[in-house]
């Protein structure tokens, strides 16, 4: 049993006898029932010591928890609470408390459609129920598509990630004509632009793998998983989405923005490395420094008319032949 969980039921135990008015509890008392309430959890002999509730009751006396209970001895040798009515499952909540869980409750119910949080259903509801947030619709919408190929393998990747299990996938991309068997070691699972990706290890390289590729997972207890430590903030934080290069090392991609939008890529920056290179009447010239990759085209294109990319060469040139290619597919209808 894990030791948070030991905790909480030394606490409860604590806590129904201290507001016991019939029985006087000693230190040794405790330490008796405390030992007797975890053999009852645990099925195994556990003894806490003297030291443990000694600690367990000044964490409960102080606002470590939010308890603040009113613990006192008494005829130097007694504990109790002080106030009678007082027990550590009756804390009172503010209205700020309120508002600030109702907010969270509301923010969770936007994920529990999805297969991962099917169990919390049944606790988001308690919530709801307990703090009178049924009646209050919803003021937070989160982008989500519970329809996209690929999410019913979200909960044995994340579970696998999480237990650090190896995973035999059957995955078939887009170029390929056959479908490949790949043994990975999960390290991450990552949403962008609503396509999630399995970021894992494969043969010497971290590779990513989008989930709406794969076909069947299987986990491969035969194989040791290899725990890469993965960081993710330093692994994307050359990119814009989810596509890494190993080799490729990052550019200053330098763009020009129309007066009109410029405002908007000003305070929602392409990336965390965009920075305003020249301002005049026409518009904004920025720099960003990333790897040139599908993700940031894509970006660039959704521009449309109000952008132009000014270096490097390379991505001026891929970009344009992909606005020729777009209006020829519009020309040649006239």
């Given at each position: 049993?894990?030791?948070?969980k030991n ?7 604590l806590?129904k006898c201290l507001?016991n008015?019939y029985?006087k509890?000693?230190?040794?008392d405790?330490?008796?029932?405390c ?10 002999e ?5 030291r443990?509730?000694?600690l367990?009751l000044?964490?409960?006396r102080?606002?470590?928890f ?11 040798r007694?504990?109790r ?5 007082y027990s550590?499952h009756?804390?009172?909540v ?11 409750v509301?923010?969770?119910k936007?994920?529990?459609d ?5 169990e919390?259903?049944g ?16 003021i937070?919408?989160?982008d989500k598509?519970?329809q996209?190929?690929g ?7 994340y ?7 190896v995973?035999?996938?059957c995955y ?12 990975v ?13 399995l ?10 793998l989008a989930l709406d ?6 986990i491969d ?20 989405g989810a ?20 405002p908007y ?5 392409f ?6 290179m020249?301002?005049d009447?026409?518009?904004t010239?920025?720099k960003?420094c990333?790897?040139l990759?599908?993700?940031l085209?894509?970006m660039?294109?959704?521009m449309?008319e109000?952008?132009?990319?000014l ?7 891929r970009?344009h032949?992909?606005?020729?290619e ?8 006239n």
């Open positions: 049993m894990s030791s948070n905790a909480l039921i030394r606490y409860k135990t806590d507001k008015k029985k509890y000693t230190l040794e405790l330490m008796e029932e030992s007797e309430a975890l053999f009852e959890f645990e099925g195994k556990s003894f806490v010591s003297k443990t509730v000694q367990d000044q964490n409960m102080s606002e470590k939010g308890y603040e209970a009113p613990i006192e001895v008494y005829e130097r007694f504990y609470y002080s106030d009678p009515e550590i009756q804390i009172s503010n209205e700020n408390d309120l508002k600030a869980m109702n907010n969270a509301q923010i969770l936007q994920f529990k999805f297969s991962m949080f099917k919390m259903n606790v988001i509801q308690k919530l709801e129920d307990s703090i009178q947030s049924t009646t209050q619709k919803s937070i919408h989160l598509n519970e996209l190929k999410l019913e393998h979200i909960d044995i990747l579970e696998s990630i999480l237990n650090k299990k995973l035999k996938i078939k991309s887009f170029k390929a004509r056959e479908m490949n068997i790949l043994t070691h999960p390290q991450l699972l990552k949403e962008y632009n609503n396509r999630w990706f970021i894992c290890y494969h043969k010497n390289r971290i590779m990513n590729r794969m076909e069947e997972i299987e207890d035969k194989t040791e998983y290899i725990d890469k430590d993965f960081n993710a903030d330093r692994y994307f934080g050359e990119v814009i596509t890494v290069s190993e080799t490729q090392r990052p550019q200053n991609v330098i763009f020009f923005i129309t007066k009109k939008h410029a890529v000003k305070t929602k920056p990336h965390h490395s965009q920075v305003i020249e301002e009447e026409l518009g010239t920025f960003i990333v790897q990759n599908f993700e085209e894509r660039i294109l959704g449309g109000f952008i132009k990319v270096a490097p060469r390379k991505l001026k040139q970009i032949k992909s606005l020729k777009a209006f020829n597919n519009y020309e040649n209808e």
